[in-house]
């Protein structure tokens, strides 16, 4: 017999629990449980004398004759990540449709019994940087998807403050005002998991006339850039984006943050860290088409240092967190970096 991989023991409230991640049962086992397991564990000492115990074990799945083990396809924590999120709450499969709706307004109904978190507002800043309206966009979408590209290298060049204020507005902006059919909520350009508009860009000013270098956290209720720091640099920036130089240069970077406050007052099950990625994926690619349509370039990383982001944009890392980076300004229209190109010549020559 083995201990099944799909099993991970944690403690809570100084109480073991034994995880089953692929079932998504927890069990709280006792002290002569655990230590039948561990002695297990290190010696394959013979339990079957502990009949009550194995038994247990066996109905429990913490022992079979395999060992569950899966390809490693996914990296371990990953794949356990996977199976802690995988399949919906499947509560109302079996119900009919009228049914269904009828459970959903209850549920519904449960979660306006708790306040909806204050959103942060621009009261709460001292600076405040109020951004022209927006100007009429005209595109043709194919040729600006074809547009396109990640770029590598920028080149200092210095952005128009409508150029910004175009961006900000049809990525993250309340582009459809008030909708009554959506109040108290606000639609923007991208889908958002219940509409409950938790990607939040906080915007890092390099290179754009009309606006002091810093950090700023835009709202979108005003169109106005909030500043959250008045010093940022670009080696600040490698900082946070584990070393990659790449955004040196750009005109201004947009970090992705998600407002969890928000997210755990509709969705609570594991789940919810997946819609988080979804629909900063989407606020991403917007912005992207966005930027081409404003003649500007992007390069986007998922790779950063998110303590070093938090320092910086001054989140807390438990009600906000960051989620992506996405650089916009102008540069050579190549994928690749000229000091990365010629590491790549030396080592084919
Ligand atoms: C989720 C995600 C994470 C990415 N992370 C990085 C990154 O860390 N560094 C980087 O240089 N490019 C990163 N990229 C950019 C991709 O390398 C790029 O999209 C890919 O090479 C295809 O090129 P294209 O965007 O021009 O179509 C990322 C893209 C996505 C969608």
Redesign the pocket.
């Given at each position: 017999m083995n201990i099944s991989h799909n099993f991970f023991l944690y403690f809570k409230d100084n109480q073991p629990i034994l995880f089953n991640y692929k079932e998504k049962k927890e069990y709280s086992p006792r002290k002569e449980y655990l230590r039948a397991l561990v002695d297990y564990s290190n010696t394959e000492e013979d339990i079957t004398e502990k009949e009550n115990i194995v038994n247990d074990f066996i109905n429990t799945d913490i022992l079979t004759q395999n060992n569950n083990q899966d390809q490693p396809y996914l990296n371990y924590y990953a794949h356990m990540f996977h199976h802690i999120t995988k399949d919906t709450s499947n509560a109302m499969a079996d119900s009919t449709e009228e049914e269904w709706a009828g459970q959903y307004l209850e549920v519904c109904k449960r979660v306006k019994k708790v306040e909806f978190p204050r959103r942060g507002q621009i009261e709460d800043f001292e600076v405040v940087v109020t951004l022209p309206q927006a100007d009429e966009v005209n595109i043709d979408l194919i040729d600006t998807l074809k547009k396109?590209?990640?770029i590598?290298e920028f080149e200092e060049t210095s952005v128009n403050i409508q150029q910004l204020s175009n961006l900000l507005f049809y990525s993250f902006g309340y582009v459809h005002g008030v909708e009554k059919e959506y109040g108290p909520f606000r639609r923007r350009t991208s889908p958002s998991g219940g509409s409950l508009q938790i990607i939040e860009p906080y915007v890092a000013i390099f290179n754009v006339e009309g606006v002091e270098n810093g950090i700023y956290w835009y709202e979108p209720e005003t169109h106005s850039l909030c500043k959250v720091n008045d010093h940022f640099s670009y080696q600040d920036l490698r900082e946070c984006l584990a070393g990659?130089f790449?955004a040196n240069d750009c005109s201004f970077g947009i970090f992705l943050a998600a407002n969890l406050e928000i997210l755990a007052w509709k969705y609570k099950t594991p789940r919810n860290y997946k819609v988080v990625y979804l629909e900063a994926?989407h606020f991403s690619q917007t912005s992207q088409i966005i930027a081409v349509t404003q003649s500007l370039q992007t390069?986007?990383?998922?790779?950063f240092k998110e303590s070093a982001i938090e320092k910086f944009c001054k989140m807390d890392g438990i009600t906000k967190i960051p989620v992506?980076f996405t650089a916009y300004g102008k540069g050579k229209f190549s994928?690749m970096h000229t000091i990365m190109k010629k590491k790549l010549d030396e080592y084919r020559d």
């Open positions: 396109r590209k990640t590598r990659q790449f994926g390069w986007i990383t998922g790779a992506f994928h």
